[in-house]
């Protein structure tokens, strides 16, 4: 607890220390020690090379914690000491920290379209992982990845002119999608096949310089999701 | 189909006529003929003077559309003959069209996270007022006013050092969450009983000057909710 984990949060306090930006705010993201819903915030902070540590727990530390946040759930983003909550209103601070936002607002809201819709799809995702029941597991499988999600690659890949989601340049909504769509193709690797632009787009992703790095020597984490 | 409903509309027009601004794109919000969750968008577009038309339809021509729908869902925001969809993106776009935006980047986050939290509130809301089984209404509606929204309203009301939610002027997700306030207030009138900054928060909203024009008036939906 309280402890900087995992190389993002070495690599930031370095950063800071040669970049010295006095506006940048001390963050600190807390999550449980897993991938889960925190790990596309931190492939955001990553590629906007913003500086950040983290404060992890595992599922024994919970229950004991979770009355204390605001609404009963993490991730939270403690910004200069005060919280923040919900996944996307981090996701799109920290982008805007690390300048991962367009100067078009359409473009932003096509790139926020696309968040929104990838977070209906994790938690549908979720649901399967999670889901006992056999036969019900095979059938919300089936619902999401051969109808709701083939439905969505193609509205976004047939909307693409440029190399990423709404634009040429990288916003945090691309590392969104594009963190999801490599958790994603794990359970399905030929989830891209038919969408070549989406395949490319998640290669841009996977080569921005900062998730590069990042991925190079990622955090391991205690817990399998 | 295709016509122009609502005060909000004719007096869209008027404005534009009257105050031609040549970025603001043409604008026609795709919705049933009700309320639901375009409702605050109507509100956040009425808070900006932003001009928009409206193409509304009954519960009977859904099954039609449903499938020539990007995601299969509404409400749909054509900006400039281009589909933005997912409530969040349109309003964030709508608020941003219309100047609802804060300069600090925290201050937005902070209004995303009482805006993604509301909406999750509506979820859960709709999920009660469709429950047929009386047993699981009762217990829903209890778990939802009881004991969710109170401590949701209890961090909003803590937090709120100004007259809205993050800042002393209007942003977008004032005028989403003063909305369904007004909203829930008509399911639970002692709603807010305990949390006067909200009270004001919701009567602010109210009584900007956008929005008193949109409710002096406001169009009238065949759907009830």
Not at 43 to 65: C, S
Not at 109 to 133: I, Q
Request: neutral net charge.
């Amino acid at each position: 607890m309280g402890s900087v984990v995992g190389r993002a949060s070495k690599e930031g306090r370095v950063a800071k220390e040669q970049n010295p930006t006095p506006k940048m705010p001390a963050l600190k993201l807390i999550y449980f020690d897993g991938k889960g819903r925190a790990e596309p915030l931190r492939w955001i902070l990553a590629a906007g090379n913003v500086p950040f540590e983290q404060e992890t727990f595992g599922f024994d530390a919970w229950p004991a914690r979770k009355p204390n946040t605001p609404y009963g759930s993490v991730p939270i983003l403690m910004v200069d000491g005060q919280p923040l909550c919900q996944t996307l209103a981090i996701a799109r601070y920290a982008g805007t920290l690390g300048g991962l936002v367009s100067k078009d607002a359409l473009k932003n809201a096509l790139g926020d379209e696309a968040a929104d819709t990838m977070a209906e799809v994790v938690s549908k995702f979720f649901d399967t992982v999670f889901e006992k029941d056999a036969e019900k597991k095979a059938s919300t499988e089936k619902s999401l990845f051969e109808e709701y999600l083939p439905k969505v690659l193609n509205v976004w890949e047939s909307r693409m002119s440029g190399a990423f989601l709404a634009d040429d340049k990288a916003m945090w909504q691309d590392v969104f999608v594009g963190h999801w769509l490599s958790r994603l193709e794990e359970a399905r690797p030929d989830l891209l096949a038919k969408f070549p632009k989406l395949a490319g787009q998640k290669n841009k992703v996977l080569a921005l310089d900062g998730i590069k790095k990042y991925l190079a020597s990622p955090p391991q984490y205690s817990l399998p999701l």
